[in-house]
Structure formats: C-alpha cells, structure tokens
C-alpha cells in the first residue's frame, strides 16, 4: 500500500460513513471470513481453516453477479461488488450486504456435485436500532428469505425447487445490547416438529434459512468468537493471527490496522461509557470526569500503536488522532499496552 493511501485512510476518521465502510472492508477478507465460518457455522465443524479456505468462493465476494426474483431493468439488480451487495427483485425494497458470498457445503457436497451454503456477513452498530425500532432477529430473516428466493429468479410450472441452496445472515451487533445478553450467540432455523404421527424427511429439505445474532459484550475472558471479533474491532494484529492460520496475504496486515480507524468513534465511546460508570459507582463528579479522561485517553493510545505498528510516521498518526506530534512521541516513547 503506498504511503499517500495509508495516509488518506488515517486521516478520514468518520463517526458514520468510515464506520460502515470499515465493517464492509473487513467483512470482505478472507483472513477474516475463515475464523468466523470455523466458529459460526455448524456444517464447518471438525473443518481445517485450509479446508474451508478450500471451500470458499473468493470470486464470489467479489466479482459481478445478477440474480433476481422478479423481471428487473438495469436499475433492478442484485450486485457483488467490491465496495456492497444491493438486492433489488421488481418493487420489493432494495437490500445491501455488508458482505455476501458462496461457500461449499462439505455436508452435502460430492465428487460430482456442488451445493453451496450463501452467507450473509453482517456488522451492525446497535443491537436496538432507532427510528424505526426493530428486531434484529425479524431483519436476519427478511435478508436470508430475499437471499433464498434471489436463488431461484421468477417461479414458473418449470422452476425446479430442487436447486434451492441454504443460506446464513450473520449479525454481529456491537452496541447496546441488553446486559443478559452480552457475550452470547444464537442461531435460529426452521426445524421439523411431527404433529401426527412420524416422518423421517432429509433435513436439508426443509433447513434452508439460518439467522446467527452476534452479540458483543465487554472483554472475553475465553478465548473463542467474542475475543477474536473484539481482537478484530481494535486492530490488535497479532492477537488475530492467533486465530487466523490460513496464509495472510501481504498488504492484510497493513489494511486491518488502517480499516480500523473508521472504528475508533466506536472505542472512544465504549470508553466514555465505561468512565461514566466508574463515576456513578464512586458518586463523584470528579470520579465520572476521570473515567471518562481514561476511556479516552487509553483508546487514543492504542490507536497510536496500531499505526506505528504499521509504520506512519508520527506526522501521520498525528493527523489522524488530532494530536501534536509531541504527544505522539511521547507515548511511543512508552511501553506498548497489554
């Protein structure tokens, strides 16, 4: 990556867009990708990280390709693109990913036959949206049924529902999530329930849609998929190679820690909040000021490492934390944070 770019990137801290974009960017990587599926997906259980790189349809995260439910113009297409994925099938609402791509099913898949799972990678910034308030949950099945029905184009006398592939929409939800829930995964699916008498159908008839909701909490004391996405939220680059053995390629390094600039709206936060609490609990305004400094100040600090690890220059990691270059000196004068 050349200097000007990695510049540019430091330097475009945004709270909304850089967020967004930065989840997209990530989502998007193979590095990335592979560790989720391990953790995630239960048809990858017992599966090498090399194995389900094997799997995985890299063209497919990336390349050009149409599928519709209904007749559609030029204007009315599902994309895979570099940048987002948009659903769009005749007057039905337009949907965009944040990443969507094909995986083999070693489940089902032989020599001579190929069945893909789809995945649906989500990363979504509050558990609660607002205006208007929703269920993740409700939104999880409304991308993953457009995503089956996208499978099959218009449905005629000779469509054969025979092709119809499963498919994953995974959410990881970062922010204001429910206390009981935090640190938790679940997976919703159709399952079969006999009401008279017995039947013995294949499961993969009928388990076609899966919904897994992510829902992030504070630091993981296990190891598992809460440390490794909390890892990859703050660019802590050696703590993912930890959990991502597949080859890295040679530019990753460099765009993991700059991707997650457009995070840092998200750690400054958490840092505020965790100083208010502090405060609350001492019952002093000046305990919630000096919570609030900390959370502040250790984020800031972690940023700076992060992009000196990647070598910017002081300059560099000035411009984009908003600090003199003296300051900046002066904590890479320091130990590095644990």
């Not at 990708?33 to 799997?55: K, N, R, Y």
């Not at 005629?156 to 995964?185: F, H």
Request: proline share 3%.
């Amino acid at each position: 990556m050349r200097i000007e770019t990695k510049y540019d990137i430091a330097s475009s801290v945004n709270v909304g867009a850089e967020y967004d974009k930065g989840v997209k960017k990530l989502f998007k990587s193979k590095e990335i990708i592979v560790p989720i599926m391990e953790m995630v997906i239960p048809e990858f259980e017992g599966c090498s990280q090399e194995e389900i790189l094997s799997c995985l349809d890299l063209a497919s995260i990336t390349s050009d390709e149409v599928v519709s439910d209904t007749p559609v113009s030029e204007m009315e297409e599902y994309r895979i693109r570099g940048e987002d994925t948009e659903f769009s099938g005749g007057l039905d609402k337009l949907i965009r990913f944040d990443s969507k791509f094909r995986i083999r099913n070693p489940k089902l898949s032989e020599e001579n036959m190929l069945v893909n799972l789809h995945i649906d990678l989500e990363g979504q910034k509050s558990y609660t949206p607002k205006n208007p308030t929703y269920p993740i949950i409700k939104r999880g099945f409304y991308y993953v049924a457009r995503d089956l029905c996208s499978q099959l184009g218009v449905a005629t006398g000779k469509t054969n529902y025979a092709d119809l592939e499963k498919c994953y929409s995974i959410w990881i939800c970062l922010e204001n999530v429910p206390v009981k829930l935090r640190n938790t995964m679940t997976e919703y699916r159709i399952r079969k329930e006999d009401i008279l008498g017995e039947t013995d159908e294949p499961e993969e008839d009928y388990d076609l849609m899966s919904v897994i909701v992510i829902r992030m909490g504070e630091k993981a004391e296990d190891r598992g998929i809460f440390d490794y996405l909390n890892q990859v939220f703050v660019g802590n680059i050696e703590e993912i190679e930890t959990y991502s053995h597949i080859e890295w390629e040679e530019d990753f390094k460099e765009d993991v820690a700059m991707t997650m600039t457009g995070f840092s709206d998200v750690l400054v936060r958490r840092g505020r909040e965790e100083g208010r609490k502090e405060g609350r609990e001492e019952g002093r305004i000046e305990g919630r000021e000096e919570g609030r400094e900390i959370g502040q100040e250790e984020t800031t600090v972690k940023f700076i490492w992060s992009l000196h690890e990647m070598k910017c220059t002081d300059e560099m990691i000035s411009e984009a934390v908003k600090k003199p270059v003296d300051y900046v000196q002066d904590i890479l004068k320091k130990d590095a944070p644990q």
